[in-house]
């Protein structure tokens, strides 16, 4: 009888850790598809899709919370150690990430509804959807290590960070290009330029998930320092 307990305990506990995986991967793809949304919105001047990304933002608040709320009982009730304890952190810790990436995705359409009415500037909002391209493979390689425990892809994106830095400050030159070619273009290109920003802030957050991956998968952090590039700019 008492390993038949022991047995039901053991199997429990391993169904909350299951189950808290699952909503990280959830809330994982809701943020993938919120970044997506950011950008196509931009490049087709798309007002009410900008709006719908604006609206679903709260979702990603409410699975956060439910995550961390989950955690927190996980560690205090059952007092998991090694493996379990790293698998219950990482998922707190993606789903902080998951979140603010969800608040960029969230400013990035309320500046495409503020500048749909503006002249269009279709080079610079292809760059925008280049670089959005490059950051939202990044999030899914992300998370596809996260749910397939795949320490080789998490190892891939934390590695590849230089390329999102590479794509900004690419287009932070194109975008002063135009603002000193035309001051009319100054307060759209503003908005762009943070736009830029806020994906490759999306880009580093990956890259702070991929280590989390890391750690999770291996016991071990990173002992070289991550790859970086200098961008031209600390806008927030």
């Not at 990304?53 to 956060?64: I, P, Q, T």
């Not at 560690?75 to 219950?88: G, H, V």
Request: hydrophobic share 40%.
């Amino acid at each position: 009888m008492p390993i038949k307990m022991n047995n039901h305990i053991v199997k429990t506990y391993g169904d909350e850790l299951d189950q808290l995986s699952a909503e990280v991967v959830l809330m994982g793809g809701l943020a993938e598809a919120q970044v997506a949304d950011a950008v196509d919105a931009v490049a087709r001047r798309d007002v009410a899709l900008a709006q719908s990304v604006v609206a679903r933002d709260h979702k990603l608040d409410e699975l956060e919370k439910d995550i961390e709320r989950k955690c927190i009982r996980l560690i205090a009730l059952r007092q998991p150690m090694a493996e379990d304890l790293r698998k219950t952190v990482a998922a707190m810790k993606l789903a902080t990430a998951l979140e603010r990436t969800g608040d960029l995705a969230k400013n990035i359409a309320k500046r495409a509804i503020v500048i749909s009415e503006a002249e269009p500037m279709t080079p610079l909002t292809r760059s925008i959807e280049r670089m959005g391209k490059l950051v939202s493979s990044r999030l899914r390689d992300v998370l596809d290590a996260y749910k397939g425990g795949k320490v080789e892809l998490a190892q891939s994106v934390w590695a590849s960070d230089t390329e999102v830095d590479e794509h900004y400050n690419a287009l932070f030159r194109e975008l002063l290009t135009y603002m000193m070619g035309d001051p009319r273009t100054i307060s759209a290109c503003t908005h762009l330029l943070f736009m830029a920003k806020n994906l490759e802030r999306i880009g580093d957050y990956a890259t702070n998930m991929a280590e989390h991956i890391h750690f999770e998968l291996t016991g071990e952090d990173y002992v070289e320092s991550r790859p970086k590039a200098n961008t031209l700019s600390n806008l927030e």
